[in-house]
């Protein structure tokens, strides 16, 4: 068994089943390639933020992540957990994996997918492809990858920690288009011993 790499602070009053339950299971899902990159994880729970409702910032080889409980649910809280470690990563993620995620980005855009993986890539694809000035913009392009990897990452764990359902509709990705990240990531991040990407 792989010594623990994160570690949960003192929690609020009522939050261990949480915890124990909801974000320690997705914690131990995360494959060991992402667990080396990303490096020890500290979490910290705070009753409520009017400004954020998870953040992160990587100090002294260490990323600090904090979740605001705002009365969600767990299961939100252990996805919001998981989008902020992939960001994370994003930004380690060697030059030639970024170019290939950034491919697979252009294929989706050309063939015509409109849905994303969750609200907030959806949001920056559709600031990205709002005009054409916009289409160019290297730093749109950016911002769009990292919250698509992002989400893309919570989803690729979640899937690895339990069964998930596929949501289909026009803002979401299509099975065909969710399915090929999902495979990418787990060619970077293969999944730990006992742990199934697909059934």
Known sequence: MRRRWFEIGQAPPGTGTL????????????PDEAVRRLGRCRIRLVAES????????????????ELALDGEEPHDLALELLVCLGQALW?????????????????EIEAGVNGEIDETALEEKRRL????????????????ARASFGATFAEYVHSLWHD?????????LP?????KRLELLAAWFPPKPGCRLFA
């Open 175 to 179: 099975p065909k288009w969710l399915r």
């Open 164 to 172: 998930v359902t596929v949501r289909t509709g026009e803002e979401h």
């Open 129 to 144: 492809l709002s005009s054409r000035l916009l289409a160019r913009s290297p730093r749109r392009l950016e911002r769009y």
């Open 91 to 107: 930004d380690v993620l060697p030059r030639d994996d970024w170019q290939a995620y950034l491919r697979l980005l252009q294929a």
């Open 50 to 65: 009017e400004e954020w409702s998870s953040r992160w910032r990587s100090a002294g080889g260490t990323l600090e992540v």
């Open 19 to 30: 915890v124990a339950d909801w974000l320690v299971p997705a914690l131990e899902a995360v």
